[in-house]
């Protein structure tokens, strides 16, 4: 019947191959930005920082201005507090990468020493960081590749470790690759590249940023000690944060008693870090949502209205 009505057969065929098609599509999508959760370790002990409230100087923000800190105040509350067992920073870069005579433009993450132990992120060649590669500033010129990167750009080749990258002008050892799947921790910035935080002058040399309270620019996440309730880790952790939110208004001049109060009051609110930093899914969440709700109505509602068909002689058949 359907042979005896090519041109029906072909709307009908193109119609629902669209409709799945955008299905597929829209949902791989929606799973990914989402859904998906980081490919790390235990992730559901994982939590964002966020500290709303007034602020001074230089901020450099992707979208949530409250989840921006001074490399001063991470180092205070990595030190100072009790209930993470771990506390990473990272700061997303535009990278110049340049080897073996090709030059690309790439994305990068400057990483606190510890940032792949918290994640618990393992190498699937070479090493990853340590704290030994983020005391000094410049003094530990070395780089991890994503596991995509280093696929895509030198074909699984175990032999690039101790090769050198020059990275925004820099030349940089390869001292390892990060497992498959794991390309940083925040959706829509893919890194290629992993770099240790004290090498911020050489990557940004516009400005450093390591020892200014006033300059707000990394991201700050956390593993929760276990058994420990979110309410009871931000308890603890507002323990350490008043001190250094003490410390750093000793410095600011200018603002009247109530801000300044308003400044000693500010909180570290925390919120869940499953699926990393959620800056692209709040600023897309709703409309893809929609899409993928629009896309997903049963494929016959999009097939045109019903016709009647001759059969075999009088006989007639819905379709």
């Known amino acids: 019947m359907l042979a005896k009505h090519p041109g029906f057969t072909a709307i009908a ?21 989402l859904l998906a959760r980081l490919p790390v370790q235990n992730v559901g002990e994982l939590v ?26 991470y180092k205070g509350l990595r030190d100072a507090n009790t ?31 510890n940032y792949f132990e918290v994640l618990g992120v ?44 020059l990275v925004n002008n820099t030349e ?42 006033d300059n707000y620019w990394l991201a700050i996440l956390a593993r929760r000690k276990p058994g420990l309730s979110m309410a009871q880790t931000e308890a603890g952790i507002n323990a350490a944060y008043r001190p250094l939110l003490q410390e750093q208004l000793a410095q600011i001049n200018g603002w009247d008693q109530q801000k300044r109060q308003r400044f000693l009051d500010k909180k570290v609110l925390l919120i869940p870090g499953a699926k990393g930093r959620t800056t692209l899914q709040t600023d897309s969440g709703n409309a893809l ?16 209205a019903p016709v009647k068909l001759n059969v075999e002689g009088d006989s007639l058949l819905n379709v």
């Open 289 to 304: 949502t929609a899409l993928f709700v629009m896309v997903a109505l049963p494929p016959f509602m999009m097939i045109p």
């Open 172 to 213: 940089l050892t390869i001292v390892g690759v990060a497992q498959a799947g794991f390309t940083g921790i925040q959706v829509g910035q893919s890194a290629d590249i992993f770099v240790p935080l004290m090498m911020k002058g050489q990557m940004t040399p516009e400005h450093n940023g390591l020892e200014e309270w």
């Open 48 to 73: 964002i920082l966020r500290s709303p409230g007034p602020m001074r100087g230089y901020l450099w923000s992707d979208g949530d201005d409250a989840q921006s800190f001074s490399y001063p105040m």
């Open 13 to 33: 065929v193109l119609t629902l191959a669209l409709g799945i098609g955008a299905n597929t599509a829209i949902f791989s999508l929606v799973k990914q930005v």
């Open 122 to 165: 393992r190498p699937a060649v070479g090493r990853l960081f340590t704290l030994d590669d983020d005391k000094v500033p410049g003094a530990q010129p070395v780089v991890v590749l994503s596991h995509a990167y280093w696929t895509r750009r030198f074909g699984g080749d175990p032999g690039v470790l101790n090769q050198s990258l």
């Open 83 to 113: 209930v993470f067992s771990g506390m990473l920073a990272r700061f997303a870069i535009p990278a110049s990468i340049a080897s073996r005579g090709q030059t690309e433009r790439g994305g990068g993450e400057l990483v606190s020493g």
